[in-house]
């Protein structure tokens, strides 16, 4: 089941197809053996504080929340074979085809994420 991440302070859809990773083992998979993510697609990993791209084969939009889905910390492109850094005020991460955010949500934004 997927849902719509919606930027609330913005008043605008971030992703209309948000995936949950929420077990230890779709967690450790997140989006390995993907070849891409269209532009209205994302995962959203909870709990995460960090992520790492080894392995993919494309660069993701990366936006870590808190526990309220306030922005904490927003990377754009982060391209295979990085670290992300901890973000220790992060409860969760958002992953996003690289390049679709372009400056469209910052930190302090506040998320929803809505049944779709």
């Known amino acids: ?8 302070t913005r008043n605008a859809p971030v992703a ?3 995936e949950t990773a929420d077990t230890a083992a779709s967690r450790s998979k997140g989006l390995l ?9 994302g995962l959203w990993i909870v709990p995460c504080p960090m992520i790492h791209t ?3 084969q494309f660069p993701i939009d990366v936006l870590f929340l808190d526990a309220d889905l306030t922005v904490r910390r927003v990377i754009e492109d982060l391209r295979p074979w990085r670290l992300s ?7 969760s991460v958002l992953e996003l085809k ?5 400056g469209s949500v910052r930190v302090g934004d506040r998320l929803e994420m809505r049944p779709s």
């Open 33 to 41: 053996g993907r070849a891409s993510l269209a532009a209205d697609e």
């Open 85 to 91: 850094p901890w973000v220790l005020s992060a409860r």
């Open 54 to 56: 080894f392995f993919m």
């Open 16 to 18: 209309a197809k948000v």
């Open 1 to 8: 089941m997927s849902v719509l991440a919606f930027n609330a």
């Open 98 to 102: 690289g390049g679709v955010l372009q």
